[in-house]
T-cell receptor, first 106, second 115 residues
Framework: SQQGEEDPQALSIQEGENATMNCSYK?????LQWYRQNSGRGLVHLIL?????REKHSGRLRVTLDTSKKSSSLLITASRAADTASYFC??????FGTGTSLTVIP | NAGVMQNPRHLVRRRGQEARLRCSPM?????VYWYRQLPEEGLKFMVY????????ESGMPKERFSAEFPKEGPSILRIQQVVRGDSAAYFC?????????????FGQGTRLTVV
């Protein structure tokens, strides 16, 4: 299975702190994407990183990819209460993991 | 350009009835994906379709579940003889190209409750 698996399952931080989530996968991939889901809503695309890229930035988001370890990380800097959501990684053909539930405490 | 439209948003069915969930992809998107999500859980891949073709149905239960994406009209996820365990949120996503060459856009989901 190419399904990504996120770690940790749940994360609670204070507003202003950084949040780091990890994703591991089992087989070779072409690309990896991160998505966000607010409670009860559909997923929203955050960022895509290709297999030949090691790091990518988008606003307060920083994604890294280590294909040798088959892992990716999502860093949210200077977190805000509005960042509270579940975060999922997806590998080829949009297989999603179980997600990391992030709670940012104001 | 409207986003991915799913209807109905909420659907209540009695055990043994049929549930039909509809998904209209974004304009110009020919790839559709269906997922099931139980409360507090992740998205479970069910099926990937491209116009008139099922590309990957490895996540679809072998019985009672079927999906189609006809040349005209929305994609349909059909669940026959529903059981309580089918209660979940069903999400549809569409993309312009297959795989991860482009991002997927999600609908707001259909929440199925089987009573």
């Amino acid at each position: 299975s190419q399904q990504g698996e996120e770690d940790p399952q749940a994360l609670s931080i204070q507003e202003g702190e950084n949040a780091t989530m990890n994703c591991s996968y089992k087989t070779s991939i072409n690309n990896l994407q991160w998505y966000r889901q607010n409670s009860g809503r559909g997923l929203v695309h955050l960022i895509l990183i290709r297999s030949n890229e090691r790091e990518k930035h988008s606003g307060r988001l920083r994604v890294t990819l280590d294909t040798s370890k088959k892992s990716s990380s999502l860093l949210i800097t200077a977190s805000r209460a509005a960042d509270t959501a579940s975060y999922f990684c997806a590998t080829d053909q949009f297989y999603f993991g179980t997600g990391t539930s992030l709670t940012v405490i104001p | 350009n409207a986003g991915v439209m799913q209807n109905p948003r909420h659907l209540v069915r009695r055990r043994g009835q049929e549930a039909r969930l509809r998904c209209s992809p974004m304009k110009g998107h020919s790839h559709v994906y269906w997922y099931r999500q139980l409360p507090e859980e992740g998205l479970k891949f069910m099926v990937y379709l491209q116009k008139e073709n099922i590309i990957d149905e490895s996540g679809m239960p072998k019985e009672r579940f079927s999906a189609e994406f006809p040349k005209e009209g929305p994609s349909i996820l059909r669940i026959q003889q529903v059981v309580r365990g089918d209660s979940a949120a069903y999400f549809c996503a569409s993309s312009e190209a297959g795989g991860l060459r482009t991002e997927a856009f999600f609908g707001q989901g259909t929440r199925l409750t089987v009573v």
